[in-house]
């Protein structure tokens, strides 16, 4: 079929640069929304480790509620939701402008929300994996409690979290593909769009599914250099 | 008389226990607490002020409807994931290359790629083939996007109940195959009446997750316009422009899985109920 070939190729005739595009954006907001989810993620399990009940208790509503909801619907929440309040805000003070929320934002948020909420859990069960003593040497040697936890807990922390992280990575890298649904040009929307214009659906949607496939794959190598390096920092200790 | 003389101790006086100071983590834990207490209250208020009963009888019966669709949805995908399951973990277990292979890039496939994407292959790229489907009879049932998503989700649970239930046989020691055969014991009735009862623990709680991680992924039908919950959300807000019909989805969304995860941990509780001392 030379016809595949040419919806297939780079440039005003195939859809190739297209769905690179989409690529592009797709890999982006996964990359973009790690570091937020993580931060968030690592604060939360500090506050339901913690000893004030407080504290616990606002970690654990925050983990039930972004747990419990599906993440389509957070999604429409975040979009719409911050639409409608920044539209009554801005009204306030210009009245009669219009403002346009940015997708690739909402799906930041919504998705490192998401993504923060099952982190806290891996954070808090690897903290629950380092015995007291950890804390209490570092303490007897003089660290005080900011210190313990950069310089003792936390590498051995993250070599617990690892795997559990390592899971969560490729559920976001999944999850990016629900932000099609609020207009962002990613993998699957254009994709979409390629299947509307040329009618060749299964064929397009075949080619994205097979993209995410690959990214999980290139996602898992890089998983195991960096389980590797890190289990090579243990040995050498 | 306490106990601490009975036992002809001597009485200790306990210290008293160290006064509640205002810590930096107090004062964080109370703040967040404010703002969550804050939201809540102003969600009710949001609630309250926008109620409007007419609304509510015109749409109600519709967010009734779609948690039946979700319901049923999620119920026969799982249940169809399950049977489909049990040949895929046996492929997978099994010691023949070819099938096992062919089993692991099944599992492989529908694990590492989004069940959004897989629907859409579905749905979209099945009128592809569609007098392929024509001449066996099937084009009827693949027209309706509800089937679709029947059929999309079901091969997706599939492989992952498949690890899961090949991950809980696994974990059953060796010699409980090796004990049972000394007895006499065929394979079937050591599989049916030694290893699953046992496997059944280890795979309860990735069962349950997974009929939660179903719930919440049904939603995404509402992309390819069935009207589940969430189809039935977009729907109103669609008609109402009211930010009320997400807020009530979110609710029941939370109810659910809240209910379902308590009957997984009282499920859980009954049955590990001998390995408790």
């Known amino acids: ?123 808090l069960s690897a903290f629950r994996a380092i015995p007291k003593g950890q804390y209490e040497g570092g303490y007897a040697i003089g660290l005080s409690s900011g210190q313990t936890m950069r310089l003792v807990v936390l590498p051995q922390l993250i070599r617990i979290a690892l795997p559990g992280l390592a899971n969560l990575w490729l559920i976001l890298l999944k999850d990016t593909a629900l932000v099609s649904a609020i207009g962002l040009t990613d993998i699957l929307r254009q994709a979409g769009v390629a299947a509307r214009v040329t009618k060749h659906a299964f064929l397009f949607f075949s080619v994205a599914t097979l993209i995410y496939l690959v990214l999980a794959i290139i996602s898992s190598f890089g998983i195991n250099a960096i389980e590797r390096a890190v289990s090579r920092q243990d040995v050498r200790r | ?110 694990r590492g790629t989004p069940l959004l994407a897989q629907t859409f292959l579905v749905y979209y790229g099945v009128g592809s083939f569609k007098a392929e489907l024509d001449a066996v009879g099937l084009w ?67 069962y349950g997750n997974e009929v939660i991680l179903m719930v919440k992924g049904s939603a995404i039908v509402a992309i390819i316009t069935v009207y589940d919950l969430m189809g039935i959300t977009r729907l109103t807000y669609a008609r109402t422009f009211d930010f009320q019909s997400y807020i009530w989805a979110a609710i029941i969304y939370l109810i659910i899985v809240e209910i379902l995860r308590r009957a997984i941990d009282w499920v859980e509780r009954r049955i590990t109920k001998h390995l408790k001392r």
């Open chain 1, 1 to 123: 079929m030379q016809n595949m070939w040419t919806l297939l190729s780079w440039g005003p005739q195939g859809w190739l640069d297209d769905i690179a595009y989409g690529v592009f954006i797709t890999v982006s907001l996964a990359l973009a929304t790690l570091p937020v989810g993580l931060a968030v993620g690592f604060l939360a399990a500090l506050a339901k480790q913690s000893s004030e009940p407080s504290l616990r208790l606002a970690g654990d509503i925050y983990t039930t509620i972004f747990r419990g909801l599906p993440e389509l619907l957070t999604l429409f929440v975040v979009f719409y939701g911050a639409q409608i309040g920044i539209q009554k805000i801005v009204q306030v003070f210009a009245p009669g402008t219009t403002i346009e929320v940015n997708s690739f934002i909402s799906g930041m948020v919504a998705l490192g929300a998401v993504f923060s909420a099952y982190a806290s859990e891996v954070f």
């Open chain 2, 1 to 110: 008389m306490n106990a601490a003389s009975d036992t002809g101790t001597a009485m200790v006086d306990r210290p008293p226990l160290p006064e509640r100071t205002w810590t930096r983590q107090r004062i964080a834990g109370h703040l967040i607490m404010g703002l969550w207490v804050l939201l809540g209250v102003g969600l009710v208020w949001f609630l309250v002020a926008s109620w409007d009963t007419e609304l509510f009888k015109k749409y109600a019966p519709g967010y009734v409807s779609g948690l039946g669709v979700t319901l049923a949805l999620v119920g026969i995908s799982i249940v169809i994931g399950a049977i489909i399951s049990v040949p895929v973990a046996y492929a997978r277990m099994s010691k023949n290359p070819v099938l096992s292979g062919l089993a692991y890039a099944y599992v492989y496939f529908f």
């Open chain 2, 140 to 206: 009827s049932f693949f027209r309706e996007a509800f089937n679709c998503a029947i059929f999309a989700f079901s091969l997706n649970t599939a492989a992952y109940q498949a690890e899961m239930l090949r991950g809980a046989i696994e974990s059953v020691p060796r010699g409980q195959w090796e004990g049972a055969a000394s007895l006499g014991l065929h394979k079937m009735q050591t599989m049916w009446k030694i290893i699953l009862p046992q496997a059944a623990i280890v795979a309860l709680r990735p």
